[in-house]
Structures are given as C-alpha cells and as structure tokens.
C-alpha cells in the first residue's frame, strides 16, 4: 500500500486511497427520517464505483460535462465523485436557480447527463429541455411525486445504482482503471460564476488547481480525518465544494448533509461540527435568534448574559488571540466561559469549532468580535471562484476585524498601480470554458490573475480590501476615494441603513444617509420622541446628531488609515426618504446605484458642496396606503467633525 | 367506480332544528370528495355523523360495504377514519413528534408492562411507530419543528401536523373540515399541494367540507353542495359551478 | 451538638417531612393533569384508605392482606368517584367540578367515620420512628428510619408513576388527554377509560400516602387536613407536574422546618403551621405557574 496521499493527483485517487486506508470510517453522514445515517469510505466508494459503472453504460465519456442541481446530499456527491472517476466533469448547478437560468450552463457545456436531486429539480430540466437539446438523460435521487412521469429518458438513482453494481460485479477492474488514466492536469470541475453582469463564466479548475490550494490551507488550520463540517450551503458554489469536497478528500474528515434548509441550525448542534464556514449574512442571523431569545429569557438569565457579554467583548478576543490579559478578566472570563459562553456555543453548534472562515462581504466588526469574543476561531478569508477560494487567511493570533490576512502559502499578491490586487497561485482556473477573450481579460500572460478588487496592504501587511477597481475613484487632492468602503462602515451601525458618499474628483466626501426606520423608531420610542413617519423621523435633530454621532466614530477610524485619511466625511444630509429599488435608486440585490441617485438628487449633492445649511426638495412621495402627495420642505445639512490623520498627529 | 362510503337518506335534528334531511351521496375509492356549502348548510353536522359523533334519526351509511352501527369516534378510527378539525383540536403542548406518534394509538399492540418495562418487543414496535412518524414528517416538511411544541407553531404548520396526525392512522378515509380556513394563499397552496399528494402517494380517499368554492373546486373530482340541510346539487366541480341552484344558494336568494 | 450537625439534622428532618407533602400532592398532580380537576377530596381519599387499613388490621386481618383489600377497595373508590360524580359533570365549569369535590371530601368523611367510627388509631408497619444508630453515634444526627423508610416508598413510587407516564402508550394517551380532549377523542383514545386509570392511580397514591401519615400521626380526622399542606406545594412544584411535587415538596418541607428553628426564636415559634402559605404566596408573585408548570402559551 505504501502510497503517499501527497501523490496522489486526482479526487478519485484520494477517495479510493481512504477506502483503503480507512475503510469503516465516516465519510459522509445525512440525516434522513430524524436518523444520522453514516457511509464510511468503503461503502461511500463502493456507491461511486457502482454509479460509475452506471454512467459510463449511460454513455458518459472523458471529458464529457455532467450537471448536479440539488441539495447536500450524499448521492449527489457520490454522482459528482463517479462522474470524476471516469474522467469526465462535473458541473454543480445552484438549486435554486429558476430553470431559464439553467439553460445557459447546460447548452454551454454540451451537456447530455444530469443529476436531479428531485421532483422540482426534474421539472426545471425537462421545462428547458427544448432550449438544450444535447440534454439526452436525467437521474433523479428522490422519487416522491415521480410515479406519473411517463418520460423515458429519466431514471431513478436506485435503478442507476443496481444496474451499476450487476456491472461492476462482471467487470471489477472498470473504474480502476479509468481512475488511473486521470492526471492532475485534467479538469476536474466546472463552477459557473452566477454572473450579475452579463452571461455566467464556466470556470474551469483541473485537479491540481483545486487540491493544491485544499491541501496547504487544511496543512495550515492543521484538518484531519477527526474532523466534521456541516454541508449547508449550494454545492454549486466552489466554497462549498472546496470545504465538503475537495478538503474533505485531502485530509479525509467527514461531511455531514443537513436534513433540510430549515434544520440546519438544529442539524448543527447535534453534529457539532470542528470546521465551519459561514457569510456574515448567515453568522447575522445566528445573532438575531440568540438576541430573541434572550430577551424571553428570565431577568437573571439577561443580566447574566448581559454581563458576561460586557466581558467577553473587553477581553475575548485578546484571551483567543493568547495576549496578556489580567487575572482578574481572565477569572471574569472563565465563569462566563461557565456560564454564558459555553452554552452559546454549544446553542449555536460552535461548541467544537477549530476553525471557521467567513468571507463573501465585508462583517460588520462588532458581529465578527461578538463571536471571536465567546471563543470561536471565526476568521476572515479572501478568495473567488477564480482562485479557489484560498488567497489570503487571518493567521492565528492575528486576527483584525477590517483586513483579510496575509497570503496563504504559496500564493503571490501585488497591487498593481491602481491598487487593483493581482494574484498568482497554484489554485488559479485554467481558462473560463469557451470564452478565451473574457479569460485573456483577467488573467494576463505572465498568469496572474486580475481580481478586480481594489484595496491596499495595511501597516501589518494584512490585505484590506476596499471596493471594487471600477467603483474606487479619487479626490481631488488624487487620493484613494473608495465609496463602498465608507458606506459599508456607515452601515454597519443599526440605526444607519444606507449611505451614498460623494467625492470623487471633489475636494471632500459628502454623504446621504437612509436612517434605518425599525432600529431608530425603536430608539425613539424609547426616548418618548412622538414621530408621525420615517420623513418626520429623518428630519428630527435629535436623529441628525445620533446620525453624526456615527459619522464622526467612522471619521475617527478614518484618521488611524494613511492611505483613505482624507476620505473623512465633512457633511451629510438625512435623505426625506428611503432609497427604493421600485424607484431606481437600488439594484434589485439592494446595492446603492450611486450614479443615478448622484443625478437624480443633484441639488442635494450641490447643496452638500456648496456649503449651505438647508436645501429645498419637493418630492413625489407614495404614501403605504398607495397614494400619492407632494412633499415639500427643507432638508437640514449638517457638519460632522474630522479629524488629523494619524500620521499627521505623531509628526506634530 | 368502487364505492366506499355511501350515505343514504340521512336526516339529522337537534330538538326541531333539521341539521341534515335527507342527504344521500357516495364516495368513490381514491378521490377527493368535497362537501361545500354557504355557512349553516349543514357541511359540519355531515362530517360529525360520518365520524361517529353525531348519530343520525333516519338513514343509512355504509362503510366499505358494512352498514354503520353504534358509531363512535374511537370505532370510526378503528374502521380507518381519521379526520382533522376546523379549529384545530391539536395537543398544544405536545411536540409535534408527539402529536403525530399519538395518531398511532390504535395502532399500538404491545401491553402496558412490555411498554413499562420497554421490552423487547415493545422497542421493536415503538420504533416502527417512529419510522411511520418520521416519513410523514418527511412527506409534510416539517423536519425543523419537530421537536416544537406545537402551541408555538404558525396557524398554517398547525393545519399540517393535524393532517400529519390524521395521516399517522393510516386511514383509508380522511375527513378533513375546512382545511383551508383562516389561511393565506400561500399557505392555501401549500395545503392543496400536499392534500393531493396525499392522495397519489397514500391512496388515500378524502372527503372535505369547506365554507368558499375557490381552490377546493380545483383539486375536487366530485362535488356535493349543500344548502339548508339539503343536496341541492352533486357532479363535477364544473357542473356544480354552473348549477343555478349553486349560484342562488351562494348568492343568497331568499329561501322562499 | 456542633451547629453545622444541627443545622443538617434540621435540613434532613425538614426534607423527609417534605417527601411525607410530596405524596399526598401527587395525589392531585395526576388528577389536575389529566382531567384538569383540582380534586379537593384528595386529603379525606388520604384519609379513607388509612382508616381502611388499620380497621381491617385491629380486626386481626393479616397485614398484606388488609394492604391488598385496602387498594382494591381505593381503586374501586377512585374509579367509582370518576364514573358517580365527574362523569355526568362532564365539559361544566371548573367551578363546578371543584364544588363536586368539595361536596364529595365531606361525603367521603361520613362515609369512613360511619363505617369505621370516628376514634384515632395508632398504625404501626414495625419499622421503628427512632434515628438511626450510626448517624448519630458517627454525626451526631439524628434522622428516623420510617422516615427514611418513607423516602423510599415515595421514590419508589415517583420511579413508577414516571415510567408509567414516559414510556408507555398509556401515558402518551394520558398526557393526550390532558391536553385536547377532542383531539384525543379523534385518535381514538377512549377518554373515559383513561381517566377511570387516573382515579384508580389516584386511589393508590391516596393509599400510600395514608399508610405513612398514619405511621406518622396516627389515623385521625386530622389527616384529611394533609390536603392543606399539599397546596402551598403544589403551588410552589406547578400543579401538573410530578417532579414539581417532589421537589415542591422537598423545599416546604425543609424551609418550614429550618424558619422554625432560625426564625421562630424573633418571632415567638410556631412558624412551621403557616410559614409554607408565605413561601406559596411569595412565590405566587414572582413565577405562578410554579416552577415546574407549563407556562400557557397564547397565540396573539
């Protein structure tokens, strides 16, 4: 046996290879009727050499691409592991993608074999069916609600399954054997990019580009074959596949399927798992139902956790961090440990985590220090689809709320002039699939890879990442003027629920800012502040100094960053009402279209730089009972105080 | 066309107020019969005689071929009857892994002692009873509340794990009264759907009441109307729709 | 005598007495939950079956046999109760179903008084009401060995009455009972059945509790008054749950013991007879449900 994993090139030959060398360990576990059921390696293999068998008599060849749309499920990635073993591609489709969005991957890709996880899935199939005629079978897992279907060219996974195993049993040898003929060159995944502009990218990874990286990250976190990670997330995302496939097939830990999206946070809890990955949006709704839930707690159960959090906030994260913290916090912190902590965690799951990643977006800093604070190993992490995910890892014990860490172990970062970060790994794609043009756009001839992402190395030589190079301008003075980055700190307040800054090619930022109408009418009732709606709201001077209040916090940190020192904003205005996608001013996915509101409000903005302390608006508005008034007033400016920048202090 | 419920000249008074006169329809195996009505027609005191807890004046029912006698609830769920109601008569503070476990009460066979003392064969059963549970959890969709108390459920879940009850009984008849009431159209769409899954996946034949024509008429093969205790009409759910004693009757002609 | 063995002496004798309220408050428990009847003639059934059993013993009757024909006899009562006076009562008012009780502890004390007449007996099972030896020899505590005796009786008795209410179909159906008694009609549980079982059980319970309050206090009139002491612990444990009767029990046993010992001296002693009503009617304020009640959820 003797065969070093480091060798072995290909998924296939990772999976066999723990097959054998731990047969009757989990390899993947779902549950299914309240029950966990668990595969070990051996039966998880010896299900994908069956189906193997069973696809290459379907008539799927090398090279050949195969679509999976469905859930975590364990079948699923068993199709996606025998699709491997015979050398051809599987392409993860998102399962909740409408089928019309379906039809591009699959006509794209020339795809003729699918695997639907169930009867929604089929529908979808066989409603694009017409618009992608090389789609000649579809397997399907579940077959509740199939009985009626008269199609011939579906078939149920079970029948797939048997007639694999009758092949498999007259030829044993088959799989081996097309195994062996993989290379780490080969494609070994195709993962469409959901492409919010233009058409979706295929992006085409081989074996070496998605192990390399899964091998140096799981050798960095230090990932074994003891460790379990929940699957809850669209297997059509390469996140999901680098950390419930790919990783799990170099370190050889278990991948446990929720029973269903509703479950997940129950699932989480029984299963305790040591990894675990999540968007902020997803840890942000975590908070939510642990804040319910403590308000319908007992008094003493709310002062406890009130207090303990008080703590856990004022040294939790140096205590994870290994800093020097006082004996007396550290007593403090042991009995909320006791108290509060542990019980949180183990609520949320996380009573076992090592590690867990969380990127996509930027994390407000008080949600990612809520959780590092009760002693959870949540780390940010940068990566895209194009990269394979890993690019850069806050490092143990250097964990900052606003960077993304340093470069992962063998990756190259630079920025190039218009400190757009550029990248060169092993983990980068080969090509976007038949689209040389959109390939040679990005990824240039010395084979980096132009992220789009602009940002800057910090004082520690962690990444920040601010905007994206195309929305990132410059002021006046020719320094950085990164919007996003300023409405995203502004945002992160709960009474602030948008912000547009302005300041490119100006002399200084000035911003809009949406109040939020559920967190500040809550601020406001309980201060007795009677308000007859949002417009009133807005206008109240007691809501424009609660506002700058939080303006000038982010001025604050503004001054502490060299490089957007100066993007401190100096006026801001309480828009009379919030900004809508139905009219424009937000993209259906709630971004802020700052040109067309910069167009739409042009008074406003003047008003800002021209120094004015009132402006004038009349606007149609749509009152919620749906009808229509004019609303006329004045709008109040404000100043928000500034501050030197920080290099500029300790000069002086 | 195999009947299995047929109701014939049924009349039923409380004191002098004529419930039901005279009302005689059938119901076919495996469909889904709808008994509809404007308020007071009678649909309620109908469900309540074919469950046993009415017992009519005059009329005769038969139940797969044997004529109803000494009915009650229990003996009507022991001849595969089960129903659910229209103000939902669910065990609120029970989980609904519990509310629908006790739906298998008749189907429970080991005594007291071997249950006491979880004999051997007793685990066995209580475990069969689980796999049952645990699929029409899984045919119903409702995985996440599993373990919630069903008082803390929205109207809607509530609706489901009375059907999920009902279902645990493995009946071959399902009375389901007013299913639809109180909910919105999402959650109407949601009950239909899973009210004609019932039927294909279970077989199930399923008779039931409700107050408005609207979705019922849509997944209904036949239908009975009732109007002041009386048929006033029984077809198809388009000829129904399209009888003027119908219209009248929902349109509130003065009764002369 | 150190305080700290005094202060245990006290804490175990006020618990063991607490065991002595629990059985008599389990009583009620099974009744309120599953017929959601407060059963006021809980105290004189108490009092009934020990009247039972000791005429039965001065007639010379064999001990396990009088014990055998004392439970028949209980069951039959509780059963009959159910079928003569709640069933016909059937969906009245609380109100009414608590008057029927009421009614029923003064027809139930006529009853035994006219059957057994109306003079005390002393009840002896031939386990000693002294302490036992070596704790007080090794401690220097003194704790009775009937009252440990009844600890275990009652032990053994919350052991069986929760098998019986987790683990068989018999409690899934009483618990279904208690809660929805048309739902449970529509799964075909035979409601009259289940709270026939109650009675009998509750006729039972009644029997235990007599045998150990007589042993205790003798078999007098008094022991119907034991109903009262059930209240503040029911109160304290939550009406419907057996733990919340142990545990009820437990903490009225030991704080009326331990306030007589501490705070009776400033107040001039005789605490123990109310102290329990005080710590009920605080309690009352901060948590009514008790602490082992279900809190009614109402959906707005």
């Not at chain 1, 993962?191 to 081989?206: A, E, L, R």
């Not at chain 1, 205005?573 to 709630?590: N, P, Q, S, V, Y």
């Not at chain 3, 007589?260 to 449900?289: D, N």
Request: proline letters at 4%.
């Amino acid at each position: 046996m003797g065969e070093s994993i480091e060798k072995l090139d290909t998924f296939p030959k990772l999976l066999m290879h723990h097959a054998r060398v731990r047969p009757s360990s989990p390899a993947i576990r779902e549950k299914d009727l309240g029950i966990w059921q668990t595969w070990s390696w051996a039966e998880f293999a010896a299900e994908v050499r069956a189906i193997a068998c069973a696809l290459a008599e379907l008539g799927l060849k090398r090279g050949e691409h195969f679509a999976l749309v469905g859930d975590n499920r364990p079948r699923l990635y068993a199709t996606m592991a025998a699709v491997q073993c015979l050398g051809a591609i599987p392409v993860p489709l998102y399962q909740d993608a409408i089928a019309a969005e379906m039809a591009f991957p699959i006509s794209n890709a020339g795809i003729a074999l699918a695997f639907a996880e169930d009867q929604e899935q089929v529908d979808k199939l066989l409603e694009i069916a017409p618009q992608c005629p090389t789609l000649a079978r579809i397997v399907y897992d579940d077959p509740r609600g199939m009985r009626h279907y008269r199609h011939d060219n579906l078939i149920a996974y079970d029948e797939l399954l048997a007639k694999g195993r009758e092949r498999l049993a007259a030829r044993p040898s088959f799989v081996d054997e097309e195994i062996a003929k993989g290379t780490g060159g080969d494609t070994a995944a195709m993962f469409f990019t959901s492409g919010t502009t233009g058409v979706p990218k295929g992006v085409v990874h081989t074996h070496a580009s998605l192990i390399g990286p899964s091998r140096t990250a799981a050798e960095l976190e230090g990932l074994g074959p003891d460790d379990v990670i929940l699957a809850y997330l669209p297997p059509a995302w390469i996140g999901q596949n680098i950390f419930s496939c790919a990783q799990a097939y170099v370190a050889g830990y278990c991948i446990c399927c929720p029973e269903s999206a509703e479950t997940v946070m129950n699932d989480m809890r029984e299963i305790a798992p040591t990894y675990y990955f999540a968007p902020p949006r997803v840890l942000e709704n975590l908070l939510t139902a642990v804040s319910i839930r403590m308000e319908d707690a007992s008094r003493a159960k709310r002062w406890l956790y009130r207090y303990f959090m008080g703590v856990a906030q004022r040294v939790g994260g140096a205590i994870l961090d290994g800093k020097r913290v006082a004996p007396l916090d550290r007593l403090l912190y042991f009995l909320g440990n006791f108290f509060v902590y542990a019980p949180l965690r183990n609520v949320l799951g996380m009573s076992r985590v090592k590690v867990g990643y969380t990127a996509g977006e930027a994390i407000g800093p008080d949600l990612f220090r809520f959780y590092r604070s009760i002693g959870i190993n949540l780390k940010q992490l940068y990566g895209s689809t194009e990269t394979a995910v890993f690019v850069c890892i806050q490092p143990d014990g250097q964990v900052k709320p606003d960077t993304v860490g340093t470069a992962v172990p063998g990756v190259e970062l630079r920025f190039t002039p218009q400190r757009e970060l550029v990248v060169r790994s092993a983990g980068l794609f080969r090509e976007y699939y038949k689209n040389p043009q959109a390939t040679a756009q990005v990824k240039d001839g010395e084979g980096w890879f132009h992220t789009g992402d602009a940002g800057y190395f910090d004082a520690d030589g962690h990444v920040k990442i601010i905007d994206r190079v195309k929305d990132v301008g410059s002021l006046a003075d020719g320094t950085l003027f990164a919007p996003k980055y300023l409405e995203n700190k502004l945002k992160f307040f709960p009474y602030i629920r948008e912000a547009v800054c302005f300041g490119h090619g100006r002399d200084k930022v000035c911003a809009f800012v949406n109040i939020d109408p559920e967190a500040v009418g809550n601020w406001a009732e309980k201060r007795h502040m009677p308000y007859s709606g949002y417009t009133d709201l807005a206008s109240r001077p007691e809501v424009y100094a609660l506002v700058r209040e939080c303006i000038e916090k982010v001025n604050a940190d503004l001054a502490n960053e060299p490089e957007i020192a100066n993007s401190q904003i100096h006026r801001f205005l309480i828009l009379h009402k919030e900004l809508d996608a139905d009219d424009g001013e937000l993209t259906r996915t709630r971004k802020v279209r700052r040109g067309f509101i910069g167009e739409k409000y042009a008074p406003l903005v003047a008003a800002l730089y021209e120094g004015r302390d009132t402006v004038h608006v009349e606007a149609q508005v749509k009152y919620e009972d749906g009808r229509t008034g004019t609303y006329s007033a004045d709008l109040k400016i404000e100043d928000a105080r500034t501050f030197a920048p920080a290099a500029a202090q300790r000069a002086a | 066309m195999k009947v299995v419920l047929s109701v014939e000249g049924v009349s039923l008074a409380f004191g002098g107020v004529k419930a039901l006169q005279d009302v005689s329809f059938d119901v076919a195996e495996h469909e889904i019969r709808a008994i509809i009505g404007p308020n007071g027609a009678g649909k309620s005191s109908m469900l309540n005689v074919l469950n046993g807890v009415y017992h009519p004046q005059k009329g005769t029912i038969r139940f797969r071929e044997r004529v109803f006698q000494d009915m009650s609830p229990r003996r009507a769920a022991e001849l595969g009857i089960a129903r659910t109601f229209q103000n939902i008569a669910l065990f609120k503070g029970m989980t609904v892994l519990d509310n629908i476990m006790a739906g298998r009460n008749l189907k429970m066979r080991c005594n007291f002692l071997q249950q006491a003392l979880w004999l051997g064969a007793a685990k066995r059963e209580e475990l069969e009873h689980r796999r049952a549970v645990e699929e029409i959890i899984d045919f119903l969709e409702i995985q996440h509340v599993r373990r919630t108390p069903v008082g803390r459920l929205p109207y809607g879940l509530q609706k489901r794990v009375e059907l999920g009850r009902a279902l645990a009984a493995e009946p071959t008849l399902l009375l389901l009264d007013e299913p639809m009431a109180g909910m919105n159209v999402e959650e109407k769409q949601d009950m239909c759907r899973f009210i004609l899954d019932v039927n294909d996946h279970y077989g199930t034949t399923i008779v039931l009441i409700e107050h408005d024509m609207g979705v019922v008429m849509d997944i209904s093969s036949r239908v009975v109307v009732l109007d002041y205790g009386r048929k006033i009409a029984d077809g198809s759910p388009d000829e129904v729709r399209s009888d003027p004693k119908v219209i009248d009757a929902y349109l509130g002609v003065a009764h002369a | 005598m150190s305080d700290l063995s005094f202060f245990l002496e006290v804490l175990a004798g006020g618990l063991l007495a607490g065991v002595m309220y629990a059985l008599v408050a389990l009583g009620f428990v099974l009744i309120y939950k599953a017929s959601g009847v407060f059963n006021f003639a809980q105290g004189s059934m108490v009092f009934f079956a020990a009247l039972t059993l000791v005429s039965l013993l001065e007639r010379d009757w064999n001990f396990w046999l009088a014990l055998a024909v004392t439970l028949v006899v209980m069951v039959v009562l509780g059963m009959l109760i159910e079928r003569l006076v709640l069933r016909p009562l059937v969906n009245q008012p609380q109100i009414t179903l608590l008057m029927a009780t009421i009614g029923l502890t003064f027809v139930l004390e006529g009853l035994s008084q006219l059957a057994w007449g109306s003079q005390p007996h002393g009840l002896e099972l031939g386990i000693p009401d002294v302490p036992i030896e070596w704790l007080s020899m090794r401690w220097n505590i003194n704790i009775s060995q009937f009252d440990l005796f009844a600890a275990a009786v009652a032990g053994v008795l919350v052991a069986v009455l929760a098998l019986l209410f987790q683990k068989t179909r018999i409690g899934r159906a009483l618990r279904a009972v208690a809660d929805d008694h048309q739902a449970a009609l529509a799964v075909g549980i035979p409601l009259q059945h289940i709270w026939a079982l109650v009675w009998a059980v509750a006729g039972f319970v009644a029997l235990v509790a007599g045998v150990m309050w007589g042993v205790r206090n003798g078999v007098q009139y008094a022991l119907t008054f034991t109903a009262l002491k059930a209240l503040p612990v029911l109160i304290l444990g939550g009406f419907e749950s057996i733990l919340g009767a142990i545990v009820g029990g437990l903490i009225i046993g030991a704080s009326e013991k331990l306030a007589e010992v501490y705070l009776g001296p400033y107040v001039g002693g005789g605490i123990e007879s109310w102290f329990a009503y005080v710590v009920a009617l605080l309690f009352l304020l901060v948590r009514p449900e008790g602490l082992f009640g279900e809190k009614h959820i109402d959906r707005v």
